[in-house]
């Protein structure tokens, strides 16, 4: 009687508990990664579910679990569904969640100035590329650029009670921008008035299904930041620095004031880090550099990387044309998706910590 060598479920679930994800730090069977196994003979297929589409270690899991199970006895074919279904946000169960949104995310930076709506344009569009769902609200009020940004023009409209987004590179947006009468126009309005707009824009938008929505908030520490911490439930907050002394003694400030609302820090971007003069290759540190990570590092929160000062980026922004969308092959577009996969990546640490698994932050 001849053996059979047709390998078994669970010994190919053995050999997947040696695939760990770095970030959750603990194996992807555990974690419930490993879904719809078939075996046929020697031929072994299963979908892995990550929790993030932008996973920065993808393609090294998918190569972890396809040579763990390669030298289980009696396999001769791998075949692996890479997929993702991205958790959702268990900070601030006692504020109201918004609808439909699976993680909000806001991208602070203490002062103008730094590039704050140039890097949530671009993380947006890069999270959108990678198949999550993404919107952005503009919270400045005073100051919306991210019609501008996003190259949307028009008006939302209602069905029934529910404002409708307007949309671009595949992000929901909505904005103060949009309802203004010209671009020129100022809103003067005080507290009161502001909490009242950001809440309307929060609870009577159609966000749809998001995976992340994104809020860029005004510069400092003021009014509309108070009113977005204390009622709507965020996973956590990106601050935006220039490497520059006065902008980060700023950033530090931000920094506070989100732990002090017992928002999460997801990381500190360092945006024009340095310029690398297009014709000889030159890097040139025009505003210093280095801050922002020594500055992550003093307050024990995660780096999420460095973007040039590039005239691609700045006439992107001009023109509704973000670097991310129009011009990937650029050195600022790599570093907006590297740093994009660094948040969602920090979105699912964030969300696991709130589950009681064991994490570590990278």
Known sequence: MTEDKTPRENE???????????????????????????????????????????????????????????????????????????????????KQAIEGVRNVIAVGSGKGGVGKSTVTVNLAIALAQSGAAVGILDADIYGPNIPLMMGVTGRPYAIGERIQTLANYGVRLMSMGFLTDEDDTPVIWRGPMLHSVIQQFIRQVDWGELDYLFIDLPPGTGDVQLSLTQTVPLTGAVVVSTPQDVALQDARKA????????????????????????????????????????????????????????????????????????????????????????AAAQVSIVNAAGRKLTVIQT
């Not at 589409?53 to 993808?58: D, H, R, S, T, V």
């Not at 590092?297 to 991310?324: I, N």
């Open 12 to 94: 190919i679930l053995d050999a997947l508990r040696t695939v760990m994800d770095p970030d959750l730090n603990r194996d992807i069977v555990s974690l419930n990664f490993v879904k719809d196994m078939k075996i046929d003979g020697g031929s072994v297929s299963f979908t892995i579910e990550l929790t993030t589409p932008a996973c920065p270690m993808k393609k090294e899991i998918e190569r972890m679990a396809r040579e763990a199970v390669a030298a289980v006895p009696g396999v001769g074919t791998v075949e692996i569904n890479m997929t993702a279904s991205v958790t959702r946000s268990a900070a601030g169960k006692e």
């Open 255 to 342: 920094i506070q004031m989100f732990r002090q609302v017992n928002v999460t820090i997801l990381g500190i971007v360092e945006n024009m880090s340095y310029f690398e003069c297009p014709k000889c290759g030159e890097v040139s540190h025009v505003f210093s550099h280095g801050g922002g990570a020594k500055t992550a590092g003093m307050y024990g929160v995660p780096f999420l990387g460095e973007v040039p000062l590039t005239a691609v980026l700045r006439e992107g922004g001009d023109t509704g044309k973000p670097v991310v969308a129009m011009t990937p092959e650029s050195p600022a577009a790599e570093a907006f998706r590297r740093i994009a996969s660094r």
